[in-house]
């Protein structure tokens, strides 16, 4: 008879993990409180809040906060509650507070750093009990620690821990390309973002998106159509638009190929997966890019910046970064079968019109929620739930091509030929059970 609650140290084995990783609530609530609540997790970009009381809610693990900026400039993270009965202070997704929170239920105001501003009839009403201006307890309260990477705003809950920087090591090259690739250095958030609920666990997408074998099985369909179409363009005019290349890539790289691609997983469970789509066609909207790239840079560095070979960079628990396309995917789980992901996209300040509205189509084409791409994958997501509870195995396989991997100074790259191994769930789960781990 299969164990049906194994402890935590016996769930995640060198080549598989039980299922109820993916099924548990307890595991669920455990996960919450010791990586969602604990690490680096992404909030938002700063350019969400350009002006003094601009604000944007978000989603930490089980905790509502809030990401303002402050009359100093200074971007806080607050968690959205009042200290006084509890209720939230910003009901709204976003919007600009003006020069002060205030609450809706009794009217208490706090500062943009969250210090406690005024309690109406405090001197009448609080006399002689501890609500008072020198009580911490009165004040909104901040996020342990936060800390910006160029622009891309994180928060921790706890005090202790790496750096943010440390925390992202290597992975941090998804924040350095998506900039460095904007003649100006920076880049600047388009404000509205895709939302979409996906009926499975968390985890189930943070693997799929370095899942190399999948793309060319589950949308093989949309990118053969996607094919069909852009042959008969190029037989009429010479060249298709990029964007057909962006759907057809999913056929045209056929399985075998993916094997020919590699990934680099990292400590803390991120991982990279190189570049595999022709996105540097020499088209006059191209060239005109580089152009501007060169007058910024130097040809040297130009050079040094389009040749970077990545496709994701996956920041575990919880974002999926595809740099060359300027946009992002931030994972926040709602319930143990339960999930929503946001799907930002970017501008890179500086860069002609035509490439924003190129990585635009990507967004729209691969990423969006109407999208046959996105469909397919949230199809899987879900079965591979239903199918996780049901008793037809206790385990998951991440079996391919273990015991194959190649580790140098503490990263493993996959081998030689080994595109499509699972070595980066591997690694996720590594990272896992080492959170998990922490009472």
């Known amino acids: 008879m299969p164990d049906r609650n194994p402890p935590i140290s016996k769930l995640v084995e060198p080549d598989r993990v039980h299922k109820s990783v993916y099924t548990d609530e307890q ?76 609450c809706s239920y009794h009217a208490w105001t706090f500062n943009h750093d969250g210090k406690l501003k005024n309690i109406p009839m405090m001197e009448s009403g609080y006399q002689g009990t501890r609500w008072n201006r020198d009580n911490p307890d009165c004040n909104m309260k901040q996020a342990a620690r936060v800390a910006n990477y160029r622009g891309f705003v994180f928060a921790s809950l706890v005090a202790d821990g790496p750096s943010l920087v440390e925390f992202l090591g290597p992975s941090k090259i998804a924040f350095d390309d998506i900039c460095d690739r904007a003649p100006e250095g920076e880049v600047e958030v388009v404000p ?65 190929k993916w ?53 994701h960079v996956l920041i575990y628990p919880g974002l999926s970064v595809q740099s060359p396309l300027q946009q992002l995917r931030a994972v926040r789980p709602l319930g143990v079968n339960k999930t929503l992901t946001e799907i930002w996209h970017f501008r890179l300040k500086g860069a002609p019109e035509p490439i924003y509205r190129r ?4 967004y729209n084409l691969v990423n969006s929620p109407a999208t046959l791409i996105n469909a397919d994958d949230l199809e899987n997501f879900w079965k591979i739930q239903t199918g996780l ?30 595109g499509t191994s699972e070595a980066p769930m591997r690694n996720q789960m590594k990272a896992w059970s080492e959170f998990m781990a922490r009472a």
């Open 259 to 311: 094997d020919n691609f590699q990934t680099l997983n990292y400590p803390h469970g991120h991982c990279i997966l190189a570049g595999y789509m022709g996105l540097r066609p020499q088209d006059p909207d191209t060239l005109a890019y580089e152009k501007t790239l060169v007058k910024a840079y130097g040809e040297k560095r130009k050079e040094e910046i389009l040749s970077t070979n990545i496709h």
């Open 192 to 256: 509205n973002c895709f939302r979409v609920i996906q009926n499975s666990n968390w985890k189930i997408f943070l693997e799929n998106q370095l899942d190399a074998l999948h793309p060319s099985v589950t949308h093989q369909s949309t990118g053969r159509a996607a094919r069909d179409v852009e042959v008969q363009i190029e037989k009429k005019t010479g060249h298709a638009p990029l964007a057909y290349h962006m759907l057809s890539a999913f056929s045209t790289v056929t399985i075998d």
């Open 27 to 102: 595991l669920f609530e455990l996960e919450m409180e010791r990586i969602h609540e604990r690490v680096w997790i992404y909030c938002g970009h700063e350019t969400q809040v350009k002006k003094p009381g601009d604000y944007y809610t978000v989603q930490i693990g089980r905790q509502p906060m809030v990401m303002v900026r402050g009359a100093d400039g200074k971007v806080n993270v607050l968690y959205n509650r009042c200290p006084h009965r509890g209720a939230m202070i910003c009901g709204d997704r976003h919007g600009n507070t003006g020069e002060f929170f205030r």
């Open 389 to 418: 509870g049901s008793d037809g195995g206790d385990w998951v396989s991440f079996a391919r091509h273990y015991g194959r991997d190649i580790e140098k100074d503490g990263v493993l790259e996959t081998g030689e030929g080994m």
């Open 359 to 362: 990585a635009l189509a990507y």
